[in-house]
Structures are given as structure tokens and as C-alpha cells.
């Protein structure tokens, strides 16, 4: 409480870690109660959201470490209340819904030990966190609308209140066609955001550490016949037709909106940007949305009766994940085309006015809000000319700690804070200060120019988690973070002046620094294994002339820059431009890129964004549609528009051609003289290759037959999906099932540890136990349904250097054998998605790990089965969506949620209910069909009689799923596990709120595991205490005899794939596989297409899981499976990656670089 | 005190000459309705900006306040503050009252009409002032804004910082909102003011060669130095140039006089009769 009150910033600023280091569990209990008064009295919202995220802190990380450590207080807690105790289930529907505090109130409502229950109290954790973040964008959704110069608009509800009319020169004079107001604005390159302070709170709260400096840059691909151009090009006319016509030329999308509704609708197609454009421009005024009036009358009172507006972006060579904020710089055109034709803005052609320029980036704000984009503070810096300072203001306008000297005198336009943002230190707007020409001399611009080469690296990552943690980060004062953000801000004045004084070898050598210290220090998770060993690679190749590198954006792997030496730019981008390809294709399967490496050429715009009207539709010559003052850009917009335009239009009846299509038609017969090519083109386009592209050479169909397709047991599932007999609510177990939870005591060691260790060391040494890593599925949390291998993707920088998951896996095997002094077998299953790339990685391993692989035999058991996705049925996706309890989301994203879902809905119904889906590279086609399929997919592909024929001592397998990074050959485990004779031992943890998807229960009396889906009723899954790791302990000689087999029998060499005895082994299979349900569950995948572009479909799969073995088990009369409660590190599974920051805070990070520290040398 | 009427909108000519009913029911020109406010102020002379060709008909208009008429042709127009300027040579000096001929003004105070309360609000202050009435946001493109304090214990009186022409929303948000306005309201000229030699003297400075010359960037050069108010008065103006603006005139000043019972029986009327 004294550091959150405190105005003394030296105990203000004390990192978490410091507050909490020698308190007593006392002492914290009585913090927690103290702030848990503080934070709902407190009208501050800077302290009530700090207050909040030390309330978080305290559950997630400090109180549980300590309850671990066996610590108890001083007030006598009954045994039993630290036992598993589930989170009630009205606190889980409280959540669900975002009542946060609610949620806070019935958990705590269970009594004080609520603070001491590892379940209750990670309830609390997400409950405060949710609080924080959910108190912190209302503040930036309250601010961005209660902003002076946007608040008319959401007060005009009728289309008589609308004041804007258009401007008379956007109508035509005699005979001509209307003009096009054509709109072309930059990018910005991001110089140094000291450590993300452009965040809008963290701006808001610390004005004076919100410093950027930002640069507006033109871009071509490298060697295009154009140069460098503006990137954002919108244009806007006025039709004959009451509609809005929307047209996006780089994603070729259009739609006409013809009533208000359709126009809110953001998510309906993919021209969201240009709705929101339209909006926050107050040509449609958000005050409208829900109103019942026709768009007609407000276009009317706008335009005049019968005419409507044509808006068209373009987005020229950029794509997605550039990280030089395309997309609010495109909203910033759009909207200033917009205010420019309604006469909100000044001149209809030329650059904008300073506070022009303010006003179109508030309503960029606002129109990304609206739009559910996420903006940074500093992002609509390409709307401004060259180089600026962008620095947060205090709410009264002057700016916070001054970089520059004088410092710009404060203008009026600043002093705008509302009432209702008082508590906030800082404006939303920050204050933009023009450094070329004033502080900076145009030489040191030009130099800068000369030395970048910018890259796009191919990577689109969504940056969406970062920033939450840096959020978090910043609101604990982590105390490595916090020192970092200081430091950043020194670095960010060092920038400055290394460009004032044209040194740019000193700027490139401060944002490498910056890079590789504060912003890593930050967020180790803004870097990754491809930027740093492409940075490594440049530096080889290149030697001097390589200067350094600059982060452009939120992170890296996408836009980058690097600075060289200008003597040599240019000579070495194909250098370049070939390490980036090498390591795209070394990093192609375990990272998520969207798209090939690019270079650009730049150049810095001095404009900012500008206009011009061009009167196109005017009768004479052909030099009439390429009228001054930019004749290449307006000319390079008509083609463009038209090659795109021009199937529909000659599709069309003469007779219904509208008029401003007979315009276009005349312009095409004008502009034929020179692009005849491209517009016979865009009529006859090219077929494309039957195979597609993405990493596969074959077809769909071949690789069905190859990796071992069913098509009889797919067509039997499509047939039962397609009558509902099975589906996403016949996946449940019956209504009347009794479901009961298990107590710890039955999950406790039964046997004295000692004497279980004595027993797993012995048969470790003896040769005794394997690994099983299954590394068959694509983890589509991880990636986002990229179909990248997760087995592969080195996330974790230990001692520096980034690591996959198989690599530590590998790792703790090598460690075992160390300990145990015998080689270690250690299988990795594989699949279609998988086997190659896993194949190469293991073809390197000796060469890359020398001392390991002398340990570890690393084996890989490739799949044998595979799934054809489907389309889901209307019924599924009603059921998952609808029916299904659902997260309440904000406002906003709500919207956006239920209207993609509207549209995913109208594509399952439109390609056919049940229907293969076949829409997509064949990759994203087919499914891995469940890890049950592994164990018996050891015997089919003769890997097991392999292991056996090699080691015959194996008796165990340890099975583990990729991602649970803490399962090893534990030997007190193994011990258990071979004195309990049970063929399988499954590994459970004690449930935290975040673990979904089903767990431990007593089901009609049989303890079993049970997948959340199979559960009678959703809120079953609540009363578990236990949550399944999936690592499992498996008694090789129990399993065979499940399938009714020997040891004997599977080292008989008929039984071998291509063996007499193989049916007998198929048929074995097959019958047992009969016996174990079949789930249908609904996943997202991922379709690439245009330039870095990507949508997500939901698609059916089928699956079957070893879990079910625990229930098969008991029905076959033989040794139930036993349980065993292992730790939160052992047992937790890293499925997303925004658990990253969590899990190195827990220390499980730093425990892997102590242990395996040798084994990697 | 002089006046001046500026009427020489080419869109509008035939404005001062409509005739509506005054709020005894006489037919009277519009012209003369301002004539007649001007003349129960005390001002007697009276200068009208007019197109060349309109003189004659707007002095059979004004029919009995004829005599008092300078009538000023502006040929070559050069807007609304080159109109005004024309009437330099009228005023002699002396201060005078400003007014639109394509507004109706009506008064709420049975005393006094709208000009009479501003002319005497120009005597007390001895300082130019604009009438002024908050003007909704969906209105404000089309009139004069005015920004500045309230003068403290003097209710409805402003003390002008800036005046910009037609402001677009977000710049009337941005920069002309006053203390004590309800939200989304502006103070938008009400079509009169009481100006003196200064204003000449300003539209002068600021006259280029073949481009329009604004009233508006005058006065605000006389705010920008600290000489003009602004006033609400008690009454309103109706713009006869807006959609119905005609209709709603004439509809204010049949309801404020002392036929209103007749005039709402007949409306209600039209209401039952109309679909």
C-alpha cells in the first residue's frame, strides 16, 4: 500500500519482487486484504489497476511458492482447506461472463483460505488480472470517445443532424464523370518506442517515458519498375447510386452497402478497415449505429438525393506483419480522403495542416477502436511528414521531460482532457514534433536513407500478447523491466543525436544495442531464433559493412531494418536477400511464416499524406486521365482500379451499366493504349497449377494414399455427422452418468519414496525405461493453426541461444542417461505434418549435439493414420457457439465475434454441411487422428520390435505430449509405477483455473481420465480436481496383452509390416481401436492467401484419445490404471504462447538453463 | 446611429420582397419587417447593399420607409464582408447596426424588439457586439461561430476570442466551445451586429484582388484584439435560406401574436387533413 500511494517515485517504483521478497505468509495474507479493501474504493484508475495486478501477482506467483514450500500462517488453517477444492461453479459462469468482480467476491466468499488453495486461488489470479486489463481498455474506449473533436459524432443518431455535405468539386461539372479524390499517405518506421512506451496507458499513466522517434517512409520491392511510392493510396468518388461502395484493390474484395446495419458490421467481409474509415470520418456518424433509419436519407442529406460514395484502398507491395503499421496509416488515408471530401478538412488536394494532421490520427484511433484493430499511440506517424519526435503530454499539453532543447512551445489543441480521464497524468494524443530540417539536417536524413536496407523477414506473428506483457511487466515494476525502460529512454536521446549529428554508424550500433539490451530485456519474447541468427549471418557475411540492425515495430521476424554502410548498400542486398531466404527455408516448419523473405526500396517521404483530384472522366485525349500534379500515382490508381474492375464491368448488359460505369468503360478504351496487356489479363487470367504451393508437391489425393487415409472409416463418420449421430453434443457421456470427484489421498505415493527411487534408479540403470514424445500434431494453440511444427519451434532462449521443445526433451533424456549411465531410447512420434521436418532435425542431431547424442538413441515412429477434415454442420457450429457457454468479451470484440461467426456459418452452409474440406493447401486439408493412435502406431510401423530387438531389458515407456516440458525419467515415479504392477500410470496435476478440458473423475464408479467434452454437462469439468498431464507411464508387456499380444509375438519378424503375420498385428489393432470413442471436436485452421494474408475457418476432425485407456482398462478385467499427483512444473503444458511470461517467472525457465547447462556443451 | 442591410445575395433577390403575414396577420415585405425593428430602435437611416438590378423593387418593398433608403448597388460582388465595406462611405464614422436581410428575426420581449435590445447593449458597452444564439452542431456549417468567456455578472454577455466561418463539427468542438453552453451547442451568429469604423478599417487591410472578402475574418480580428462581444438576445432568428426556413418563419411569427389560437386550430387542421 506505501508503494502505491506513494508520490516519492524511489518507493513508487520498487519492483513487485522487492515488496514481496522477505514477507512473512502473514504479512502478505494482511496485503491482500489491504488492497482488496483499496481497489474498489479507489477512484483512481492508475491505482486501482497497479493495486489489482499486485493482487494477481500475489495468487499467481508468490502465494502458492510459499504454500509450496510448506509455509503456513500463524492462525491454524484446517488440513483440509488446502486440499484441491474446486472454484464454485457461479464464480466460473461469473467469469465467463467478465464479471470479474463478482467472480473476486464468490471465490473469496469461500473463506480466508481461499488465499492458500492453489485452485481457489488461481481463480483470483485470472479474476484480478481479467480486472486490470478489462479497467484498462475501458479507459482507452472511454478516452478515445470522449476525445474533443470526435464526441459530435456519437451524439448525431438522424440523418437530419448529419452537418457534413460534400464538396461541390466532388461533383462534376457538364458531362463528366465525378473526380476522384485520390489520397496518398506513408508508413512509419520506428526508430526507437523506448521499450513499447507507446502503448496508450502506459502513455497516459507515464507521459514522460512515451518517447518515439518515427520516420515516414515510401517503399518499393526491391528492383520494382516504380521506385518508391507511398504505401496507402485511398480514393473516393461520388456515384449515381444511393449505396456505399466499398472496394479493396490489394485483397480484391468489394461489397455495396446499402443499409446501416451492414455497415457496423466489421467482420462480414474484408473491408472493415474502409466501414471504419467511413465512420470515424462522421461520414456515417457511430451516434448512427443501431438507429432504424435508411442509409439512403443520410447519403441524401450528404451527397444529394440518388448519389452515394465509392471508397477504395490499396495497399501497394506491403504485407501483413510489416510492423510499419500499414493498417492505421491505410485508416488514416482513408479517413483523411474522407474529411477532405466533406470539407472537414481544408484543401481538397495538397498536404494537410498540423492540426489536420491531429485530427485525422485521433479518428484513426478512434476508427481502429471501432474496428477492433489494435493501434499503437505513435502508429498514424506516415500521416505526418520525414522525421518526428512523438512524445506523450500531460494533461495539461506540456510535454513530459523534454528531449528536445527549446522545447515546442505547448499548442491549444493539447489541452483536451475530459473530465473523466483527470486521474490520468498524460493526454491521449501525443505531440508530434518535426525533427527534419529543424533539429535534424536533411543530410543526416539522406545518409539514413543510404544505409537501410529494409527487409520484410516473411514472419506475421501477432504482437497482441507482447503488449499485454509488457503491460504487466510495466504495472509490477519488474525490477529487470523497469531498469530496461530507463535504459531505453537513454537510448532513445543517444538516437536522436547520432541522426542530428548524421552519425548514423552510431545509430546503427545504438539500435542494435537496443535491441539485444532493453527491448530483449523487456520481452525476451520480441526476438527469435531466425532474427538472431540472421543477424549473426549478415554480420559474418558482410563484416564492416554491416552497421546493425533495428527492431521496426512491436517485434521482430517481420518488417526489420538493417544498416550498412552506404557504400556498399546496395551491392549487398542480394547478400541479403539470400541468408534471409537460407534461413527461411531452415526455419520454414518451426516457425509461423506467412510469406517469403522481401527487401524494399525506400525513400523518406517529406510530404506526409497528400492528395490530389483528378477529373478522369472528361471527353479528349488520352492524356486526360493522366492529369497533374501526380500523374504517376493517379495513372498507376486507374489501371489498378480498372484491371480490377473490368470483368464485372464488361460481364454486365450495356443497358444496366450505371453511369459512372460507362465513365470507367470509356477510360479503359483511353488507357488501352498502354496497358492492353494487363487489362486482357485481368479478363483471361492465367490457370493456376493443380498442385498448390505451401511446402507440398503433392496433391491432396496422394497424400491421403500415403500417409495411410481411411476412406471407408471417413465416409462411415461423415455419414453418422450428417444424420447427428455423432457431432460435438453426442461426443458427452449420457445425461445420467454419476461423475464424482477423486480425493488427493488416492493420488498420494503408496509406496515409501526411498524405496520407490531405489527401484527407478535400478531399472534406469538396468536399461529399463524409454521416452515417448508425441510430436504428431501441429499444436494449433501455439501457432494459431500455421501448421508449423511446434516439436521444432525454439521459443525458449536458455543461456542465450533459443531452444526447441524437442531439443530440451532431448536434453533431459541426455541428463537421465548421464545420471543413470546407460543410453537412453527416446522415440518421437511423428505425423504427415510433422515426420519430414522432425526427419531433417534428427538427420543434424550428432552434428549439432555431440555429447548428447552419445546418450540418447533418438528414434522417430512415424503415423500411420490420417484424417480428411470436413466442413462442419450448421448443428455443430450452433452448438459450439450458441448453446455452449461462451466467454463474454468486450463490447467490441463481441461484435466483432458474432459477426465472423455469422459468416463462417454462412461459408459452412454455402459449401456444404459435412463436405470434405478441401479449400486450403493440402497440409491444412488432412488431421492427425488422436494420440491413441500412437501406441499402437509403434507396432504397425515396427519401431517397438525395434526398440525390443535392441534394448531388451525395456520394459516402460514414458509417453509425454511435446509441450510438457517438465516430464523426465523421474526415478522415484518410475520406481512407483514398476512397485504398483500397474500397466499404466497416468501423471495428474491439482487443476488451476486455467486448465480446461477435463481431468481425473469417478465415472459410474470407475476412476478414469475423461475429456471435458465427454463430460454430461459442462460444469462437471468444474467440480474436477485434478487435470490430466497426459504423461503416462506404460508397461510395455500389460499393453501387448491388451492387444492380445507377446512380446514374443512382436519380435516374431512375420509380425513386420511386410510379413506374413502383419494382418494378425492390423487386426489386433483394429479391434481394440473399435472399442475406444470416437470424439468429433472443431478446429481452427488457417488459410493463407494473397500477400501474408490470412484467414481462419473452423473445421471438423475426429479423434481418439489415450486417456480412454483408462477406461478400457477396468472393462477388460485386468489392473485398473493407477494415478499419481506430480508437480505444477512437472506436469504443466505450454500450449499457448502467451503462458511464456508466467512460466519463466515461476523459474522454470532458469531451472532448465541450471540442469541442462552441460548437457548442451 | 446608422444601419445598414446587406442584401445582395445573388441566390436570395427575391427574399426582401416576400411578403409574410406579421403577427397581427397584415401582409408585410420582409424588408419593411426590418425596417420597421430599425426604426423602433431609433434609426432613421438606413443603407441597403443590393444588387444593381433589385434597387427599385425593394424601395416599392419598403414602401413607407422609402424616403429613408441610401440604396448602395454592389456590382462586381466580392462577398459578404466586400458588401459591407460599401457602406463606408454611408456611415460617416458613426457606429451602425448590421444586419441580415435573409433572416427573420423575433423578439421574446414585448418591449423591445431584437435590435433595439442590441443597439442598447452597443450604448452600455460602447464596443462592438454580434447578436449570437447557440446553434446546434448539425447547423453550425452554416453560420459564423463565435468562442470566448462569459462576462462575469453579465448573463447571456461574451467576451469574443475567436470567430470562424462555418466551422465544420470538429472544429467547432475543438476550438469555439463556451463555458456554459450545453453540449453540441455553439454560439452561431444571429444575423446582427453593431459595429464601428474599426471593422472598415480591418476589411480594408484584408481586401485581395478578385477574392472573396469574409465578414467573419474581420471580426475576428476585432476579437483577436479584444473589441467585440457577443450576446444572446432574447428572441430568435430563422434562416429563410434553410430547408422550410420560410415556412418556419412565418409559422414563429403567426404563433407570437394574438391570433395564435386561430393558427394552431388551422394547423391541427392541415394535420387531420394531410397524410
Keep these: 500500500m506505501e508503494s502505491l500511494l506513494s508520490q516519492d517515485p524511489a518507493l513508487a517504483d520498487r519492483s513487485i519482487e522487492s515488496l514481496v521478497r522477505d514477507r512473512s505468509l502473514d504479512q502478505l495474507l494482511a496485503d491482500c486484504r489491504g488492497l482488496e479493501d483499496f481497489w474498489p474504493s479507489t477512484d483512481n484508475l492508475y491505482l486501482r489497476v497497479r493495486a489489482l495486478v499486485f493482487l494477481y501477482y500475489l495468487h499467481r506467483f508468490t502465494l502458492p511458492e510459499l504454500i509450496a514450500r510448506g509455509e503456513r500462517p500463524s492462525q491454524e488453517v484446517a488440513v483440509e482447506d488446502l486440499e484441491p477444492r474446486p472454484i464454485p461453479l457461479a464464480a466460473h459462469r461469473a467469469l465467463q461472463l467478465r464479471n470479474f468482480a463478482e467472480a473476486i467476491e464468490l471465490i473469496l466468499a469461500e473463506g480466508p483460505e481461499a488465499r492458500l488453495n492453489l485452485t481457489l486461488s488461481s481463480g483470483l489470479a485470472t479474476a484480478y488480472q481479467s480486472l486490470a486489463l478489462q479497467n484498462l481498455a475501458n479507459q482507452v474506449r472511454k478516452s478515445v470517445r470522449s476525445e474533443t473533436g470526435n464526441q459530435w459524432m456519437f451524439r448525431i443518431g438522424h440523418p437530419d443532424d448529419q452537418p457534413l455535405r460534400i464538396h461541390r468539386k466532388m461533383l462534376a461539372r457538364g458531362g463528366e464523370g465525378n473526380p476522384w479524390l485520390i489520397e496518398q499517405t506513408a508508413v512509419r518506421m520506428d526508430l526507437s518506442h523506448s521499450s513499447w512506451s507507446d502503448i496508450f496507458f502506459l502513455g497516459m499513466d507515464r507521459p514522460e517515458f512515451a518517447k518515439v522517434i518515427n520516420v515516414s517512409v515510401d517503399l518499393a520491392i526491391s528492383g520494382s519498375a516504380t521506385g518508391p511510392v507511398p504505401p496507402c493510396l485511398s480514393a473516393l468518388r461520388v456515384i449515381d447510386r444511393p449505396v456505399l461502395r466499398l472496394v479493396s484493390l490489394d485483397l480484391e474484395s468489394v461489397a455495396e452497402i446499402t443499409d446501416l446495419a451492414a455497415l457496423f458490421d466489421f467482420a462480414r467481409d474484408y473491408l472493415g478497415l474502409l466501414k471504419a474509415a467511413l465512420i470515424a470520418a462522421g461520414i456515417v456518424p457511430p451516434g448512427m449505429e443501431g438507429s432504424r433509419t435508411s442509409l439512403d436519407r443520410l447519403l441524401a442529406r450528404l451527397l444529394g438525393p440518388g448519389r452515394g460514395l465509392e471508397l477504395v484502398s490499396w495497399v501497394r507491395d506491403i504485407p501483413k506483419g510489416s510492423r510499419l503499421a500499414v493498417s492505421t496509416n491505410l485508416l488514416g488515408s482513408l479517413i483523411a480522403a474522407c474529411m477532405r471530401a466533406t470539407g472537414q478538412i481544408q484543401n481538397l488536394s495538397g498536404p494537410l495542416s498540423e492540426e489536420e494532421r491531429r485530427v485525422v490520427a485521433s479518428r484513426a484511433i478512434l476508427g481502429e477502436w471501432l474496428g477492433g484493430s489494435g493501434g499503437g499511440w505513435q502508429d498514424s506517424g506516415g500521416v505526418w511528414p520525414g522525421a518526428k519526435l512523438i512524445e506523450g503530454c500531460f494533461a495539461d499539453g506540456n510535454i513530459a521531460n523534454p528531449m528536445l532543447t527549446p522545447s515546442p512551445a505547448p499548442g491549444e489543441e493539447q489541452a483536451t482532457v475530459e473530465d473523466s480521464l483527470a486521474e490520468a497524468r498524460g493526454a491521449l494524443l501525443p505531440r508530434h514534433t518535426r525533427l527534419d530540417g529543424n533539429y535534424i539536417p536533411e543530410s543526416s536524413i539522406a545518409a539514413l536513407e543510404k544505409s537501410l536496407v529494409l527487409i520484410h523477414g516473411g514472419m506475421a506473428a501477432n504482437v497482441g500478447p507482447i503488449l499485454e506483457m509488457v503491460t504487466e511487466r510495466y504495472l509490477l515494476r519488474n525490477a529487470v523491466e523497469w531498469e530496461a525502460r530507463q535504459a531505453s529512454l537513454n537510448c532513445t536521446g543517444q538516437i536522436l543525436e547520432a541522426l542530428r549529428s548524421g552519425n548514423i554508424r552510431e545509430m546503427a550500433r545504438l539500435t542494435t544495442e537496443h535491441f539485444f539490451g532493453p527491448l530483449k530485456s523487456v520481452i525476451p519474447w520480441a526476438s527469435n531464433a531466425f532474427t538472431e541468427r540472421m543477424i549473426t549471418e549478415v554480420s559474418e557475411e558482410l563484416g564492416e559493412k554491416f552497421w546493425g540492425f533495428w527492431m521496426l515495430g512491436g517485434m521482430s521476424g517481420g518488417g526489420m531494418g538493417l544498416i550498412l554502410d552506404p557504400k556498399a548498400c546496395e551491392a549487398c542486398k542480394p547478400a541479403i536477400a539470400g541468408i534471409l531466404r537460407r534461413l527461411k527455408r531452415d526455419y520454414e516448419k518451426a516457425l509461423p511464416f506467412a510469406m517469403d523473405p522481401v527487401t524494399y526500396d525506400f525513400r523518406i517521404n517529406r510530404s506526409g499524406s497528400s492528395a490530389v483530384l483528378a477529373q478522369t472522366g472528361s471527353p479528349g485525349s488520352r492524356e486526360a486521365a493522366q492529369p497533374d500534379p501526380e500523374p504517376p500515382a493517379v495513372g498507376n490508381f486507374l489501371k489498378e482500379y480498372l484491371r480490377f474492375q473490368l470483368p464485372s464491368l464488361v460481364r454486365k448488359h450495356p443497358a444496366s451499366r450505371t453511369p459512372e460505369e460507362r465513365v470507367d468503360l470509356n477510360l479503359v478504351r483511353r488507357l488501352s493504349f498502354d496497358h492492353a496487356g494487363e487489362f486482357l489479363a485481368s479478363l483471361v487470367p492465367e490457370e493456376s497449377a493443380a498442385t498448390a504451393a505451401g511446402g507440398a508437391d503433392m496433391s491432396l489425393d496422394e497424400l491421403l494414399l500415403r500417409h495411410g487415409f481411411d476412406r471407408q472409416q471417413h465416409e462411415q463418420i461423415r455419414d453418422d455427422l450428417q444424420a447427428g449421430r455423432v457431432g460435438l453434443r453426442q461426443n458427452r457421456l449420457h445425461p445420467k452418468t454419476h461423475i464424482e470427484d477423486v480425493s488427493r489421498r488416492e493420488l498420494q505415493l503408496q509406496y515409501d519414496p526411498g524405496d520407490c527411487r531405489e527401484v527407478g534408479e535400478k531399472a534406469l540403470a538396468e536399461g529399463r525405461c524409454a521416452m515417448l514424445t508425441l510430436a504428431a500434431g501441429a499444436g494449433s494453440r501455439w501457432t494459431k493453426g500455421a501448421g508449423v511444427v511446434k516439436a521444432l519451434h525454439p521459443f525458449a532462449p536458455l543461456d542465450g541461444t533459443f531452444r526447441s521443445f524437442l531439443e530440451i526433451h532431448a536434453a533431459k533424456s541426455a541428463l537421465s542417461s548421464r545420471q543413470a549411465g546407460v543410453r537412453i531410447p527416446h522415440v518421437v512420434t511423428t505425423g504427415y505434418l510433422t515426420h519430414h521436418a522432425i526427419g531433417q532435425w534428427l538427420e543434424q542431431f550428432p552434428e549439432r549435439f555431440p555429447g548428447m547424442s552419445s546418450g540418447v538413441d533418438v528414434r522417430l515412429s512415424p503415423g500411420r493414420s490420417v484424417g480428411l477434415r470436413l466442413v462442419p454442420t450448421l448443428r455443430d457450429l450452433r452448438y459450439a457457439w450458441y448453446e455452449l457457454p461462451q466467454e463474454k468479451l468486450d463490447e467490441q470484440a463481441e461484435k466483432m465475434r458474432d459477426s465472423v461467426r455469422q459468416a463462417l456459418m454462412r461459408w459452412a452452409g454455402e459449401a456444404g454441411e459435412g463436405a470434405d474440406y478441401r479449400d486450403n493447401i493440402p497440409m491444412q486439408c488432412l488431421h492427425p487422428v488422436g494420440h491413441w493412435y500412437e501406441v499402437p502406431n509403434l507396432l504397425l510401423n515396427g519401431t517397438l520390435q525395434g526398440l525390443l530387438s535392441d534394448y531388451p531389458n525395456l520394459q516402460v515407456l514414458l509417453l509425454h505430449n511435446i509441450d510438457t516440458l517438465g516430464a523426465s525419467l523421474d526415478p522415484v515415479l518410475l520406481g512407483h509405477h514398476l512397485l504398483s504392477g500397474a500397466p499404466l500410470t497416468y501423471e495428474v496435476i491439482q487443476r488451476k483455473f486455467e486448465d480446461v478440458g477435463g481431468g481425473l473423475a469417478r465415472v459410474n464408479g470407475i476412476t478414469r481420465l475423461v475429456e471435458g467434452f465427454a463430460l454430461p454437462r459442462e460444469e462437471d469439468e468444474f467440480r474436477l480436481s485434478f487435470y490430466n498431464t497426459l504423461t503416462c507411464w506404460i508397461d510395455i508387456d500389460a499393453v501387448l496383452r491388451l492387444f492380445g499380444l507377446s512380446r514374443g509375438d512382436l519380435l516374431d519378424p512375420e509380425m513386420m509390416p511386410d510379413g506374413a503375420r502383419f494382418p494378425e498385428l492390423q487386426a489386433a489393432v483394429r479391434s481394440v481401436a473399435a472399442r475406444m470413442p470416437t470424439y468429433i471436436t472443431l478446429k481452427e485452421t488457417k488459410k493463407r492467401w494473397g500477400r501474408g494474408q490470412e484467414d481462419i475457418f473452423p473445421v471438423l476432425q475426429f479423434e481418439r484419445l489415450w486417456g480412454d485407456m483408462s477406461a478400457y482398462l477396468p472393462s477388460q478385467g485386468g489392473s485398473a490404471a493407477s494415478f499419481i499427483e506430480v508437480s505444477r512444473r512437472r506436469g504443466q503444458q505450454l500450449k499457448d504462447p502467451a503462458q511464456l511470461d508466467g512460466w519463466v517467472r515461476e523459474g522454470t525457465l532458469r531451472w532448465f538453463e541450471e540442469h541442462l547447462r552441460d548437457v548442451w556443451k | ?275
Excluded: W
Design chain 2, 1 to 275: 446611429m446608422k444601419a445598414v442591410i446587406t442584401a445582395a445575395s445573388p441566390q436570395h433577390r427575391n427574399l426582401p420582397v416576400q411578403t409574410l403575414s406579421d403577427p397581427k396577420g397584415e401582409p408585410v415585405p420582409l424588408i419593411s419587417l426590418h425596417l420597421r425593428d430599425l426604426e423602433a430602435a431609433g434609426i432613421h437611416e438606413v443603407a441597403v447593399i443590393h444588387h444593381p438590378d433589385d434597387g427599385d423593387l425593394y424601395l416599392e418593398a419598403a414602401s413607407q420607409y422609402r424616403q429613408r433608403l441610401t440604396m448602395i448597388p454592389q456590382d462586381n460582388p466580392h462577398g459578404f464582408g466586400d458588401a459591407v465595406l460599401r457602406a463606408a462611405g454611408f456611415t460617416e464614422g458613426e457606429p451602425f447596426v448590421l444586419l441580415v436581410c435573409d433572416h427573420l428575426f423575433l423578439s421574446r420581449d414585448r418591449e423591445k424588439n431584437c435590435v433595439q435590445q442590441l443597439v442598447e447593449l452597443y450604448q452600455r458597452l460602447q464596443s462592438p457586439v454580434s447578436a449570437v444564439q447557440p446553434t446546434h452542431e448539425s447547423q453550425v456549417t452554416r453560420f459564423g461561430v463565435v468562442a470566448g468567456e462569459p462576462v462575469s455578472q453579465a448573463s447571456g454577455l461574451y467576451k469574443v476570442r475567436e470567430v470562424r466561418e462555418k466551422p465544420t463539427p470538429t472544429e467547432a468542438e475543438l476550438h469555439m466551445r463556451v463555458p456554459g453552453n450545453r453540449s453540441g451547442y455553439y454560439l452561431g451568429f444571429f444575423g446582427i451586429h453593431v459595429l464601428g469604423e474599426e471593422i472598415f478599417r480591418i476589411l480594408e487591410s484584408q481586401q485581395e484582388a478578385e477574392s472573396s472578402l469574409g465578414l467573419s475574418p474581420a471580426l475576428n480580428e476585432l476579437a483577436r484584439k479584444g473589441h467585440l462581444h457577443a450576446a444572446l438576445l432574447e428572441g430568435s432568428r430563422f434562416d429563410l435560406e434553410a430547408e422550410y426556413g420560410l415556412l418556419q418563419a412565418q409559422l414563429a411569427m403567426a404563433l407570437s401574436g394574438p391570433n395564435r389560437e386561430m393558427v394552431l386550430a388551422d394547423l391541427v387542421r392541415v394535420l387531420a387533413e394531410t397524410q
